[in-house]
């Protein structure tokens, strides 16, 4: 199963260019009821990606979600070239399903060359090979969580620590949530899409510190929660059919909204990128 939906999402990051920087996109074989984000976010940067000159890396993303997506339409990606030099580059991507406008993603592109390097340190935590795999963590909870039972999963997790629906099952509390990502297969050679990939997977985890800060739990309770936008910067190149270790916290939250950070790590401990996602998130005590 978890081959073919790594397959899948190779499908879903192999856009069709229909026009002079116009792209369409589809969606896979399980969705969510709404566009999941993570794939929105990363077809848009493929598709910004493929107007630019392959020698300017990535530096920046910053998406702003407007609608919700319909998995049973597919995605137009309209790219407009804002800004192109030879070591900088900027771009806008609309996404629309007919007349709707569901999210606007800038893409900046920098070739900086050598300079200071600084960077915080990845936490201690144990390797991926020591770690059960999700489908694990998820037995026995098929009924609690069957989102994420049911979900495509392309990417291959392993919890450093107890995911949010075990750790409420114990009755605890966590500031932090930390895992080791991989795809479950072997990449092209395309650092467009180990990007992409990073940028899919970056909307996994990053707001489940929001909710188990304070011992809540997908699937136990009842909470509402809807990214409203989602910024992802990159610091060095990144192969993502490696092991890759993605440590989130949330700094805030009040007024129904949520603040979620994240670090990407590879094995020898450099950061790979930043991630900052802002979201509504409701909770309704009692059911």
């Known amino acids: 199963m978890s081959s073919s939906d790594f397959q899948e999402l190779l499908g879903i990051l192999d856009l069709r260019r229909i026009g002079d920087d116009l792209f369409a996109g589809s969606h896979p074989s399980k969705n969510p009821v709404r566009t999941f984000g993570g794939q929105l976010m990363a077809q848009a940067f493929v598709a910004a990606s493929r107007t630019v000159d392959d020698r300017i890396s990535p530096s920046a993303l910053s998406v702003h979600f407007i609608a919700g997506g319909n998995p049973g339409s597919d995605l137009e990606f309209r790219v407009v070239r804002l800004r192109d030099e030879r070591r900088f580059a900027n771009r806008?991507?609309?996404?629309?399903?007919?007349?709707?406008?569901?999210?606007?993603?800038?893409?900046?592109?920098m070739n900086?060359?050598?300079?200071?390097?600084?960077?915080?340190?990845?936490?201690?935590?144990?390797?991926?090979?020591?770690?059960?795999?999700?489908?694990e963590l998820?037995?026995?909870?098929?009924?609690?969580?069957p989102h994420f039972v049911n979900a495509l999963r392309p990417i291959d997790w392993r919890y450093t620590n107890d995911p949010a629906w075990v750790m409420?099952?114990?009755?605890?509390?966590?500031?932090?949530?930390?895992?080791?990502?991989?795809?479950?297969?072997?990449?092209?050679?395309d650092p467009v899409l180990h990007c992409a990939a990073l940028v899919y997977s970056s909307d996994t985890t990053v707001l489940d510190s929001i909710i188990t800060t304070h011992g809540l739990s997908w699937g136990f309770d009842r909470i509402f929660a809807?990214?409203?936008?989602?910024?992802?910067?990159?610091h060095r190149p990144v192969r993502f059919d490696e092991w890759v270790l993605y440590s989130t916290s949330s700094p805030a939250a009040a007024e129904s909204r949520g603040l979620g950070t994240g670090h990407f790590f590879d094995r020898s401990?450099?950061?790979?990128?930043?991630?900052?996602?802002?979201?509504?998130?409701?909770?309704?005590?009692?059911r």
């Open 112 to 135: 900086g060359g050598r300079g200071l390097e600084h960077g915080v340190e990845p936490p201690d935590v144990p390797g991926p090979d020591e770690l059960p795999r999700i489908d």
């Open 168 to 189: 409420r099952d114990k009755g605890e509390s966590l500031h932090h949530n930390r895992v080791w990502l991989k795809t479950e297969g072997t990449m092209p050679d």
């Open 269 to 286: 401990g450099a950061l790979l990128a930043t991630v900052a996602s802002d979201a509504v998130v409701k909770y309704f005590p009692g």
């Open 226 to 234: 809807a990214t409203m936008n989602h910024s992802v910067w990159f």
């Open 92 to 109: 806008r991507v609309d996404v629309c399903q007919g007349d709707d406008l569901l999210t606007t993603a800038m893409v900046s592109y």
């Open 138 to 145: 998820l037995h026995g909870y098929e009924e609690t969580v």
